[in-house]
């Protein structure tokens, strides 16, 4: 099955701030890739599909990039509501699928 | 507006099944556009893809769980459900039902709540 690491595992920063999580793939997945956040107790929430497309109601500061093995969402100004954890999921030659291990974002 | 809530015992015995039922209110499972999946995320850990079903009945399952598990359509094609035998303590985890999206990046674009399942004596 194809791995997909994230990276970093957690991290903090300011209301405001430009947030960039990795997430990269043990082998080419094209643009198969999906990204989810997900607060404690609560429903995961799909953001982006296809790698860099916006989920309809999904707020402008979140954004995706990358195709074959490496893939970034961003966060363009974090705010409060932001905190949780983020996971990519690939899906190239479903089945299977597999998601990365998560980013832990947090407020500074 | 599509919804999902997962339902079934919250506490499952070693060695026995565990049974969930997905609950789909302002849509329906029979359609040939979604695959319709389960989910879970054991204590402190990430998520993992246990299985998806096509509305013809077409299944497919994680392979480290393929002897284990079972997902069908209930009577009604407004529920799908999940069967795991044999559970042990590392099935211990919040398991989410979703709506899968045919095709591209295979994204699951609808979720519930989840359910936790705890596996002890």
């Known amino acids: 099955d194809i791995q997909m690491t994230q990276s970093p595992s957690s991290v903090s920063a300011s209301v405001g701030d430009r947030v960039t999580i990795s997430c990269r793939a043990s082998q080419d997945v094209s643009t198969w890739l999906a990204w989810y956040q997900h607060k404690p107790g609560r429903a995961p929430q799909l953001l982006i599909y296809?790698?860099?497309y916006l989920q309809t109601g999904v707020p402008s500061r979140f954004s995706g990039s990358g195709s074959g093995t490496h893939f970034t969402l961003t966060i363009s100004s974090l705010q409060p509501e932001d905190v949780a954890t983020y996971y990519c999921?690939?899906?190239?030659?479903?089945?299977?699928?597999?998601f990365g291990g998560g980013t832990r974002v947090e407020i500074k | 507006q599509l919804q999902l809530q997962e339902s079934g015992p919250g506490l499952v015995k070693p060695s026995e099944t565990l049974s969930l039922t997905c609950t789909v209110s302002g849509g329906s499972i029979s359609t040939t556009t979604y695959y319709w999946g389960w989910i879970r995320q054991p204590p402190g850990k990430g998520l993992e893809w246990i299985g998806s079903l096509y509305y013809n009945g077409r299944t497919y399952y994680n392979s480290s769980l393929k002897s284990r598990v079972t997902i069908s359509e209930d009577s009604s094609d407004k529920q799908f459900s999940l069967t795991l035998s044999s559970v042990t303590a590392a099935d211990t985890a919040i398991y989410f039902c979703?709506?899968?999206?045919?095709?591209?990046?295979?994204?699951?674009?609808?979720w519930g709540q989840g359910t936790l399942v705890t596996v002890s004596s």
């Open positions: 999921q690939q899906a190239k030659d479903f089945p299977p699928l597999t």
């Open positions: 296809s790698a860099s």
């Open positions: 979703a709506r899968q999206e045919f095709g591209g990046s295979w994204h699951f674009d609808s």
